[in-house]
């Protein structure tokens, strides 16, 4: 395998999101988590006391979602439900920017709002990824096309304190031609071109849209080192049947080898 299963596991976060999840199955969540090897678990902020007592000792980190999931909460609310987070036991922050300020282009508040939740994370020793929600940046704004405008809010955020830049929450829904609403997550172009946009001290985070090992592998070949995912199980059960596919064909060979130099 191109990669170890612990690089693999490390790199996801177990999402634990959806608006109805009971705490029944934040439970099962983490115990799957747990499971696994998995960077962390992302929740809501109301579960993560019983998240982090159901994960001590394990290794796996309590992440929250913060003015989640349309990043409109004021800055002080933001930094308050930070700050309780933080006393409950979250060691990473996942918050979403004011994204309606960002298209307008006022971006001393954006900054200004990120930069308070870092400070309070980082006051408790926790670290904070910034969201982007991409699929709502697809026509750029303030006067600049999507890229730059993605690019804008790189330097943004790494000069504000943020830890990593994330591509989406998820829950991004965009009304398409057909009426219905969907979402695209992390693209390859947008992982390539964040990475690009902020210096060594910040890592990448992909979000929305990767559900299987072939999405997780490409992920970390662009760059990026965390991924949130629901399909955990799914996506680390194949590794290791690829795994033990790949040992069974090299211990197969090892034997034909062995058989074919034997002489007589």
Known sequence: MKYTYEQM???????????TMT??????????????????????????KRAAELLAGSGVHVGAVIGFPHGNSATESKRYETELACRDGAVEIDMVINVGKALGGDWNYVEQDVKAVCDEAHRHGA???????????????????SDAFKT??????????ADWVKTSSGYGFVKQADGSYNYQGATE??????????SARVQVKAAGGVRDLDGLIKVRDLGATRCG???????????????????????????????????Y
């Open 229 to 263: 995912a629901t399909a955990t199980a799914a996506m680390l059960d194949e590794y290791r049947r690829r795994e033990q596919a790949e040992r069974s064909g090299a211990e197969s060979e090892g034997r034909s080898a062995s058989i074919g130099t034997g002489g």
């Open 127 to 145: 670290k904070v990824k910034v969201i982007f929600e991409n699929d709502y940046l697809t026509k750029g704004g303030a006067g600049l096309n």
């Open 189 to 198: 172009h947008d992982l390539a071109l964040m990475r690009a946009s902020v």
């Open 23 to 48: 705490d029944q199955e934040l439970e099962a969540g983490c115990q799957l988590a747990a499971k696994y090897g998995v960077a962390s678990v992302c929740i809501k902020p109301y579960a993560v």
């Open 9 to 19: 596991a490390k790199m996801i976060d177990h999402s634990l999101l959806h608006p």
């Open 152 to 161: 804008k809010l790189c330097q943004l955020c790494e000069r504000a304190g």
